[in-house]
């Protein structure tokens, strides 16, 4: 998670004699400021108040222009904001009720001593609380802070942020009531025991941010163990996209993905789902590649995970580095680390080479230098073309699993939703900066929804009774 592009709000008063606003825009331009926004608070023959929006690069940047404009003669800094920090103030979510209570008939019917009839109902057939209870339209957002994207390890409090900006994701994209839980737990199988005493009150888990490897475990576990959809968004939902995208890009330069050489590098979390992702679309020559070089199935490696990697992908025993399985390559997909794919290795690839540089803050290889080298450019990044993003997917493929009351989230469904994404495009407009819908596409979660409850009831893990038209 990157900490470029700052935005702060600097109130100054200005003495009119001593100090230009001239001064103080020439300062914020030295430091690489951007200005967007001047507004005059308090005004007078002598002096002005005003509030200035300053979009900053970095932290250091944004101390050397506040250093710079206090050593102004005239200049007084009255109040320093972080306009990042200001819509964080109390949390970004807050529960309200569905309806008031107004006088004595209606408390006894929302509580006492009438909501004992309905309490009755519901332990006598568990089912009911689907239709009684807030089960049936809501998600927990659970992590337990050990691999937040772009930070890594954080406390379970510092998580929260992000877990409660997916909540109001879900609820503005898909009307999904959403809770965000960071769990002080880092056993594994404690966390599984947490996750699952919590079934009675949510219709679905999304979990995110966690470890990987043990995020495997976790998901395998509440999957087989949980009759509610478990989707651990990190691995699936980045996948879900990449291979969105991935079709929409070999639509334009004509290529069969069977018949694509397909080099995924980095093989953690989200490089194994894309990877299986892939798999199941059709995909049959997939190398992985790590720190280690290729992966390969005559190795055993410390995690089971690479053990399955190279027991199902890597056909031709190709070995060594990036610079040398990417030869011939058609499509790379970067899940790794900054600049670690070079031009020179770009052009060992095969015609209209497709690359899908997603790490994050800074992508395998800067779009400015590889656009020339390439034909279909994506990154995780929201300044670029092509942005391989999670919202596009979870809110969606939640709203589908709910509304027909999935007991799973399973390959089919996954799939579905890739091709749902992919086909919010229209050929006519599809092109190379346009292989990837943008996140506030008001098609894509209609489109996902629909295609997610007609894999769930055609693989038969939706339990709601379908509508016979």
């Known amino acids: 998670m990157t900490q470029s592009n700052m935005h702060i709000i600097l109130r100054l008063e200005i003495n009119k004699q001593n100090s230009s606003f001239g001064e103080i825009a020439t300062i914020i331009s030295n430091a690489k400021g951007d200005l967007t926004a001047i507004?005059?608070?308090?005004?007078?023959?002598?002096?002005?108040?005003?509030?200035?929006?300053?979009k900053v690069g970095n932290k250091d940047g944004q101390e050397t222009m506040i250093q710079s404009i206090k050593e102004l003669d005239g200049v007084v800094i009255q109040h320093i904001s972080d306009r990042t920090f200001l819509v964080h103030l109390g949390g970004k979510i807050e529960v309200r009720p569905t309806l008031s209570i107004d006088?004595?008939?209606?408390?006894?019917?929302?509580?006492?001593?009438?909501?004992?009839?309905?309490?009755?109902?519901?332990?006598?057939?568990?089912?009911?609380?689907?239709?009684?209870?807030?089960?049936?339209?809501?998600?927990?957002?659970?992590?337990?802070?050990?691999?937040?994207?772009?930070?890594?390890?954080?406390k379970p409090e510092a998580a929260m942020p992000v877990m409660e900006g997916k909540a109001m994701l879900f609820k503005q994209l898909a009307d999904i009531n959403a809770y965000p839980l960071c769990l002080d737990e880092e056993n594994a199988e404690n966390l599984i025991q947490i996750i699952k005493s919590l079934r009675p009150t949510f219709g679905g888990i999304n979990l995110e941010d966690i470890s990987s490897p043990r995020c495997f475990e976790i998901e395998a576990r509440l999957k087989e163990e949980l009759d509610i959809p478990i989707f651990h968004d990190d691995q699936h939902g980045t996948a879900i996209v990449v291979l969105a995208g991935i079709l929409n890009a070999i639509k334009l330069v004509r290529k069969d993905l069977r018949h694509c050489k397909i080099v995924v590098c980095g093989i953690g979390a989200a490089g194994i789902s894309i990877t299986q992702m892939l798999l199941k679309a059709g995909a049959e020559n997939i190398v992985g590649v790590d720190k280690e070089g290729a992966i390969t199935k005559d190795v055993q490696y410390e995690n089971p995970m690479w053990i399955w990697y190279g027991e199902n992908t890597n056909p031709n025993h190709e070995r060594g580095a990036l610079p040398t399985v990417i030869e011939d390559a058609d499509i790379f997909i970067g899940v790794a680390a900054a600049n670690i794919l070079r031009v020179e290795d770009i052009k060992k690839m095969a015609d209209d080479p497709i690359v899908f540089a997603l790490a994050n803050p800074d992508p395998e290889i800067a779009p400015e230098i590889a656009n020339p080298y390439?034909?279909?450019?994506?990154?995780?990044?929201?300044?670029?073309?092509?942005?391989?993003?999670?919202?596009?997917c979870f809110p969606g493929i939640f709203r589908g699993a709910l509304d027909c009351k999935a007991s799973t989230i399973?390959?089919?469904?996954?799939?579905?939703?890739?091709?749902?994404?992919?086909?919010?495009?229209?050929?006519?407009?599809?092109?190379?900066?346009?292989?990837?819908?943008?996140?506030?596409?008001?098609?894509?979660?209609?489109?996902?929804?629909?295609?997610?409850?007609?894999?769930?009831?055609?693989?038969?893990?939706?339990?709601?009774k379908k509508d016979i038209e």
Not at 374 to 392: E, H, I, K, W, Y
């Open 410 to 464: 399973n390959d089919e469904m996954k799939l579905a939703a890739a091709k749902a994404i992919a086909d919010s495009i229209p050929e006519d407009e599809l092109n190379e900066d346009y292989i990837i819908p943008g996140v506030f596409n008001k098609n894509v979660v209609p489109n996902i929804k629909e295609a997610v409850v007609e894999a769930a009831y055609a693989t038969g893990v939706a339990q709601n």
């Open 39 to 54: 507004d005059v608070i308090k005004e007078s023959p002598e002096t002005t108040v005003r509030d200035l929006t300053i």
């Open 374 to 392: 390439v034909r279909v450019m994506a990154t995780g990044r929201s300044d670029f073309p092509n942005q391989v993003n999670n919202v596009l």
């Open 103 to 154: 006088n004595r008939e209606e408390l006894s019917h929302v509580y006492t001593p009438e909501v004992a009839r309905v309490c009755t109902a519901i332990d006598e057939d568990p089912s009911l609380a689907h239709n009684l209870t807030i089960k049936r339209n809501a998600v927990a957002v659970i992590s337990d802070g050990s691999a937040v994207l772009g930070l890594g390890k954080l």
